[in-house]
């Protein structure tokens, strides 16, 4: 007995619609000011924050992901200590849950680094992922392959604090992300010399500060893509800004509001959010 499939229109639609349907991964990029909040979505569902912003930017988070059902994060990467990158993280360990924090290998003095300290402390089920001196972290999930580095040189003081910034790429099929932290001018050199800047989404370096190497870093990255944390009361350097719109890149700044990326490996493209 032969079986026969009637094509009715219910099946035509959910024919078409599974056809159309692409594994995605999602980066939301969050207006959080003079602040780093970034949270990346796999296409397997694996959760990656980049950064949690300030004290008062952890709370938001902590509310805009209970509102939107995200929870517990699998990794959070701390990419330095300033207030403004870990001065969230003890709300998102504490109230959503962490799977593990990569960071990197350095003290400070400041209550905002204290306070992340102690609630990693108070949950030892948080996997620590402390990135060596010039050391590499790299892994894949979902078709997607995450590369975390260190910075190499020894000798930044706590005034160069910004460039011990951990540098996250993605690769995901034909479509690179990069994360770059507060990278200032040595760090930038450092990233340029390791010639794996090109990328198609960068958030762009040190809140859109200028440097000495400001022009070659836009140049070699060459961004479709580039998303600036700035505030109203600190805005970007309009001569930056004008260097990336210069290589074609589609520039967001968060005084303007927050972005969603969305790429299915091939394509990427830019929405704004609420």
């Avoid at 020894?154 to 770059?180: M, P």
């Avoid at 972005?259 to 959010?273: F, L, N, P, T, Y």
Wanted: glycine share 10%; with cysteine.
């Amino acid at each position: 007995m032969k079986l026969r499939w009637m094509l009715t229109p219910a099946l035509l639609l959910a024919l078409l619609l599974t056809a159309g349907r692409a594994e995605t991964m999602t980066v939301d990029f969050y207006d959080m000011g003079k602040a780093d909040a970034m949270l990346v979505t796999l296409p397997d569902g694996f959760t990656m924050l980049i950064d949690a912003g300030t004290n008062k930017g952890g709370k938001a988070l902590v509310e805009r992901f209970e509102q939107a059902g995200v929870g517990p994060v699998d990794m959070m990467v701390v990419t330095h200590y300033d207030k403004d990158h870990v001065g969230g993280a003890d709300k998102i360990i504490e109230d959503v849950g962490v799977g593990a924090v990569v960071m990197p290998i350095y003290d400070k003095e400041s209550k905002q680094y204290d306070q992340f300290i102690e609630a990693m402390d108070e949950r030892p089920d948080v996997k620590r992922m402390p990135v060596q001196r010039a050391g590499v972290t790299s892994f894949e999930r979902g078709g997607a392959v995450v590369t975390i580095s260190a910075a190499h040189e020894a000798d930044y003081g706590a005034d160069e604090e910004n460039d011990f910034s951990l540098a996250v790429r993605i690769t995901y099929g034909d479509v690179k992300f990069f994360f770059t932290g507060d990278a200032e001018g040595p760090r930038q050199r450092e990233l340029l010399s390791e010639g794996d800047v090109k990328c198609d989404v960068l958030k762009v370096p040190y809140h859109g500060r200028l440097t000495d190497v400001s022009a070659p870093f836009a140049q070699a990255a060459s961004p479709k893509i580039a998303f600036i944390t700035d505030s109203e009361e600190e805005p970007a350097n309009p001569v930056l800004v004008r260097l990336y719109e210069e290589t074609g890149a589609q520039v967001y700044c968060a005084r303007d509001g927050g972005i969603r990326v969305v790429s299915d490996g091939k394509h990427v493209s830019a929405e704004e959010m609420d």
